[in-house]
Nanobody
């Protein structure tokens, strides 16, 4: 069973870049047909997909965030990283990483709270 753990600063100032890391255990991020997603939930709102990176390293972004989001990976550390530039208070919320594959149900990290404030 894959396990995911998000980490990163809980507080980011407006206009700065948010950087979060998802550390994966119990499986390799290069395993074929696995996709590693970032999803967020603003306060009082539903889940919003940010994007994902494939097992081969190809990223895909939600159109609404494509201009500011960047998802990358470090295969030596089995980690996936999200960077979101020019953050505003509207980017605050709980950020999750998740694994997606046709072979198993989606696995979620516990989530990490992000606050955007000066």
């Amino acid at each position: 069973q894959v396990q995911l753990q998000e980490s990163g600063p809980g507080l980011v100032k407006p206009s700065q870049t948010l950087s979060l890391t998802c550390t994966v255990s119990g499986g390799s991020i290069t395993t074929k047909d696995y996709y590693w997603s970032w999803i967020r939930q603003p306060p009082g709102k539903g889940l919003e997909s940010i994007g994902y990176i494939s097992y081969s390293g190809m990223p895909f972004y939600s159109p609404s965030l494509a201009s500011r989001a960047s998802i990358s990976r470090d295969t030596s550390k089995n980690q996936v990283t999200l960077q979101l530039s020019s953050v505003t208070p509207e980017d605050a919320g709980v950020y999750y990483c998740a694994s997606e594959t046709k072979y198993a149900a989606r696995a979620w990290g516990q989530g990490t709270q992000v606050t955007v404030s000066a």
